[in-house]
């Protein structure tokens, strides 16, 4: 008889599973979060740095043309 289980133990096992999938799934959107932050953080500093160096480019360019 060990190799069967009551309807119980198979409900106690389902509790324990759904549980462990649970908290698994928070920790994932947890972390899905997280890097969506960080892709976001980089983001703005990529606008910035591309932003100065536009403008310096186009200052440089300019003085360029206009000797």
């Known amino acids: 008889m060990d190799k069967y289980a009551s309807k119980e133990e ?6 324990l599973l759904a549980e ?3 908290h698994r799934s928070d920790v994932i959107e947890e972390k899905i979060v997280d890097v969506k932050n960080q892709v976001e953080s980089s ?4 606008y910035w740095i591309l932003g100065i160096f536009g403008a310096v480019f186009t200052g440089l360019l300019v003085a360029i043309l206009t000797k």
């Open 20 to 22: 462990k999938i649970d």
């Open 10 to 15: 198979l409900k106690h096992a389902q509790e």
């Open 43 to 46: 983001n703005k500093l990529l």
